[in-house]
């Protein structure tokens, strides 16, 4: 990696700064707080942001709400870019705002930690260094001015401990603590799955002897499964044959129903015939006297019945009119004697009431007189006509009184002669019937006899039959009770069966983690005897390897910046060891420039030594640092032109007061303050 640009704007001492860094050793010289390390400052802020504990304050320029920064660099020739701000709320608390990377013309809007990552990928710093990041960088590219002398000041144990986190030897502890912790694990493990394991022989000898059990049990079985199947057979033979027994049963049964039905029907045909005999009997001595009928006289005689009939009806009319005509004769002669009467009593006319005379009243009474003995003739004719008609009718009513009495006679005759038909057909009928009923009967009586026949065949039946369900009975409570033996023995067995699996389960487990205990016994071993010392020797070699490597690098950075007379050592806390001649000096007694000089050699041997290990890094090509020479004689700053060459980096930066170190760089770039620093001049 190098630096191409920065552009800052409103960090510390810079309201906006834009600064080019050329490849090669650049010089940045200006006078005290013109603001040179403030460069520095917001090169590391532009790569890594706000560092933990670091005050926003720190870098955002008094009096401002917020920053700018910008950074072009180059990596394996890849253009990158990165920008961050920095903001201050109304609170007054500094906290980073956005973070943009561009990489090859690629926008990025990254979060805080995600633009770190970033960098760090970049950078190819080791994953491990993530969270000490800075800590690389710091003892590779840019140590801040006043934290130059601190390492080699430092009490023995810090340095170690800071060294070990850099080199990355810590990660020996923490596998020797990881490896502890592994050990109490597998330990706690050995001994859960060794109490687990127990008494497995135990369970083996008890699976033995159930496995002895199933194999009796299991023979039993089978044995038993034998005996019912024979069973089964008898038991079926038995079946059958009871079926059999059962079928001569029902229809011995039946014959004796049908039996009964046929004695029945022959009871009735039996009662039948007597009673139809009876009848028979009965019937024949109705028709015992033969009656005679002629249907012609019976029709003369309602013709002459008729005949007279209406004879007396008409003499009847001729009754009734002759009668009225009487009544109206009587009736007639009734006024002119009323008439009489009157004429006769009265002595004047009502009309003309002239007086009525005598003659005029016996001629009166002899007209009338003459008048009644014309009706009285009339009505004396009528009355011997009236009575020759009574003679008539009484003769009529004789005539036909007679006729009725013969009409009854000849109709009972008919009615009795039609009976005796009627009887004679049905005695003629009732004789077939009988014929019929009597061989029925005969028929029935034969049938009767062949089923009573039949039944007596089946006497025995029902014995036999007792027998049989008897038999039946036996074996089938014999073949219940071998059902029931079977199936308690079945059950056994498939208990046997479940817990010889479960045995067998256990011996399995218990073997598997006695395997376990034995493997975890191994690597416990291992690691107690082999592991752990391998790492501890591995940590030494390593340190000692490291020690001795940047022991020399240190002794020669330091032999090219001091005279001959003194040289160093590092002992094995990596403290610097100064000796003059054989004899040591303590570094606080060392003259301010010789301090200078052992902690500018301390820290590029330093920065050797990481480089050389963690190869893959892309700051190798950069170095930075801020006031190297403070305090150093002019000889020893002559001696900075042959550490530049020597040190062969790509790009060098460097602050420095002393004017003679512009002679030694490529560029110089001048820094001035007023209000605000800006560049005085930027030349090559
Ligand atoms: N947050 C800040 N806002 C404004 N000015 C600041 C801020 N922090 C520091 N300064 C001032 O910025 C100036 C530049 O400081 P810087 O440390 O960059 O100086 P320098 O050039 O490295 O000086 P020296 O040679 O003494 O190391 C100083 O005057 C310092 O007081
Ligand atoms: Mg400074």
Redo the contacts with the bound molecule.
């Keep these: 990696m190098i630096f191409k640009s920065l552009k800052l704007k409103n960090i ?2 810079y309201e906006n700064l834009e600064i080019e860094f050329p490849k090669g050793s650049v010089l940045l010289s ?10 520095l ?1 917001g090169l590391q802020f532009a790569l890594f942001g706000l560092q933990p504990g670091q005050k926003g ?6 009096g401002e709400d917020n920053a700018y920064v910008q950074l072009e660099l180059e990596v394996e020739g890849q253009l990158i870019t990165l920008q961050r701000t920095i903001k201050k709320s109304k609170s007054g608390s500094i906290t980073q705002d956005s973070n943009i990377i561009t990489i090859d013309s690629v926008i990025k809007n990254l979060s805080t930690s995600e633009m770190k990552n970033q960098v760090i990928n970049l950078l190819k710093y080791p994953k491990e260094f993530v969270k000490k990041s800075n800590l690389l960088y710091k003892f590779t590219v840019y140590t801040p ?1 006043e934290e130059m002398k601190s390492i080699v000041q430092e009490r023995p144990e810090v340095r170690l401990d800071t060294l070990r986190h850099i080199f990355g030897i810590d990660r020996y502890k923490r596998i020797k603590e990881n490896s502890q912790i592994l050990f109490q694990k597998i330990k706690e493990q050995v001994k859960i799955k060794e109490i687990l394991a127990s008494e497995l022989n135990l369970i083996k000898e008890k699976f033995n002897s159930e496995n002895e059990k199933k194999i009796i049990l299991t023979r039993e079985t089978n044995n038993l499964n034998i005996e019912y199947q024979n069973l089964m057979l008898s038991k079926q033979k038995s079946e059958n044959q009871l079926l059999d027994s059962q079928k001569i049963l029902d229809e011995k049964q039946y014959l004796k129903s049908e039996l009964g039905k046929l004695e029945v029907l022959l009871q009735g045909k039996k009662d039948l015939e007597s009673r139809m005999k009876k009848e028979v009997i009965l019937m024949q001595k109705q028709i015992h006297e033969e009656t005679t009928f002629s249907q012609e006289r019976l029709d003369s005689v309602l013709e002459f019945l008729n005949k007279h009939k209406k004879i007396l009806e008409e003499k009847n009319a001729n009754f009734l009119k002759i009668t009225s005509q009487i009544s109206v004769l009587d009736s007639k002669k009734e006024r002119p004697l009323e008439l009489k009467n009157k004429i006769v009593s009265l002595e004047n006319c009502p009309t003309c009431l002239q007086k009525v005379g005598q003659d005029h009243k016996c001629r009166i009474e002899k007209q009338t007189q003459y008048d009644i003995e014309e009706i009285d003739r009339e009505l004396e004719q009528k009355i011997n006509q009236k009575e020759v008609l009574i003679k008539e009718i009484e003769v009529e009513k004789n005539l036909i009184k007679g006729y009725e009495v013969d009409k009854t006679t000849f109709q009972q005759d008919k009615i009795r002669f039609e009976h005796q038909r009627t009887i004679l057909t049905k005695i003629k009928s009732d004789a077939f019937v009988l014929d019929r009923t009597s061989n029925e009967i005969k028929e029935l009586n034969i049938k009767i006899q062949q089923t009573k026949d039949k039944i007596e065949i089946f006497s025995k039946s029902q014995e036999e039959f007792n027998k049989i369900k008897k038999d039946f009975k036996e074996i089938n409570e014999i073949s219940r009770t071998k059902e029931l033996t079977i199936a308690t023995k079945t059950k056994e067995l498939e208990l046997l069966k479940i817990k010889l699996k479960e045995l067998s389960e256990e011996i399995q487990k218990k073997e598997k983690i006695r395997e376990q205990v034995n493997k975890l016994r191994t690597l416990q071993d291992w690691m107690q005897e082999k592991f752990i010392t391998m790492i501890n020797l591995t940590e030494k070699n390593v340190m000692a390897k490291l020690r001795n490597e940047f022991s020399k690098i240190f002794s020669e950075w330091f032999s090219a910046l001091v005279s001959d007379s003194l040289s160093v050592r590092l002992d094995e806390d990596f403290t610097p060891i100064i000796t003059n001649q054989d004899y040591e000096i303590e570094y606080d007694f060392l003259s301010g420039g010789e301090r200078t000089a052992t902690a500018l050699a301390y820290r590029l041997a330093l920065n050797q030594v990481l480089n050389s290990i963690l190869s893959q890094i892309k700051t190798k090509d950069i170095l930075i640092l ?2 190297p020479t403070d305090g150093f004689a002019t000889e020893q700053i002559d001696k900075m032109r042959d550490i530049f060459e020597q040190l062969k980096a790509e790009q060098i930066i460097l ?1 420095s ?1 002393e004017e003679k170190i512009e002679g030694f760089v490529d560029h110089v770039i001048k ?1 001035q ?1 007023d209000t605000t ?1 800006k560049i005085d001049n930027q030349n090559s």
Excluded: P, Y
């Design positions: 510390r001492s200006g006078d005290i707080g013109s603001g040179k390390t403030s460069i400052l304050a720190s870098i955002l320029r008094q001015q801020d006031e602050v007061h820094i303050k620093s």
